[in-house]
């Protein structure tokens, strides 16, 4: 490699770092996004479920303790429904989407690549 190639190579060297923060920086808003929507996913699952559980434990419990049915044996059971239902919610709402890939896998990928090309070309 003369000196003309190896300066040309580095005045490239800007434009890629600018590359790769620009990728992070969309991966950042990215990201962001997605935690903002998740939280407030998750919010509004807890508070529509404690609404819910609050008023079918009352009429249920009062209609299953008119029938002879124990106080303690009606709580358990309740209590295993809605676990069960705010467990399904989250699973299907709550956790990432797994098609878009781990966090900021792009960027270290890029990196990776970039890291390698700069061995290649300034060794």
């Keep these: 490699m003369n000196l003309l190639e190896s300066g040309a190579l580095i005045g490239r060297l ?8 620009e990728l992070l920086q969309l991966e950042c808003r990215y990201e962001s996004e997605e935690g903002k929507k998740r939280f ?5 699952t807890g508070l529509c479920l404690v609404g819910c559980m609050a ?30 239902v705010g467990t399904l919610i989250f699973y299907r709402f709550g956790r990432r989407n797994p098609r878009v890939g781990d966090p900021f ?3 270290r990928s890029e990196i990776k690549k970039s890291l390698q090309w700069m061995q290649k070309h300034l060794s």
């Design 14 to 21: 800007p434009r890629v770092l600018e590359d790769h923060f």
């Design 40 to 44: 407030l996913m998750l919010t509004l």
């Design 55 to 84: 008023f079918l434990h009352m009429a249920l419990m009062y209609a299953l303790w008119r029938s002879g049915i124990p106080v303690y044996a009606i709580c358990l059971g309740l209590a295993v429904f809605w676990g069960g």
């Design 105 to 107: 896998d792009a960027s």
